[in-house]
């Protein structure tokens, strides 16, 4: 049974950062790309950020310069360091993993709720 955990949401002021962690646990071999995505209500989830197990990042246009993901393989862990937050950025934040048990497997977090407000 393979999961995945997220933490570090919350409510901050535009402006605030925040930090989110997800880390993978259970029968794996290898974790391969990670990921953030974020719905907000009444819209589509979309990707916001994804790494590769050799750390090449990708980014959504409205979260350049502000986000930056990073990933610690000995820990099956990635990041997602949330900067200069805007209210637009008000989300479910989900990880998501591409992960080797028997196969190849891709598994979402729970999600984590991002408030930006004043």
């Known amino acids: 049974q393979v999961q995945l955990v997220e933490s570090g949401g ?3 002021q535009p402006g605030g950062s925040l930090r989110l962690s997800c880390a993978a646990s259970g029968s794996i071999f290898t974790v391969y790309g990670m990921g953030w995505y974020r719905q907000a209500p009444g819209k589509q989830r ?10 090449s990042a990708n980014y959504a246009d409205s979260v350049k310069g502000r986000f930056t993901i990073s990933r610690d ?8 360091q949330m900067n200069s937050q805007k209210p637009e950025d008000t989300a479910v934040y989900y990880c998501n993993a591409d992960i080797a048990t028997t196969g190849l497997v ?9 408030t930006v407000s004043s």
């Not at 000995?74 to 990041?79: D, I």
């Open 106 to 114: 891709n598994y979402w977090g729970q999600g984590t709720q991002v």
């Open 10 to 12: 919350g409510l901050v």
């Open 73 to 80: 393989n000995a820990k099956n862990t990635v990041y997602l």
């Open 46 to 55: 979309e990707l916001v950020a994804s790494i590769t197990r050799g750390g």
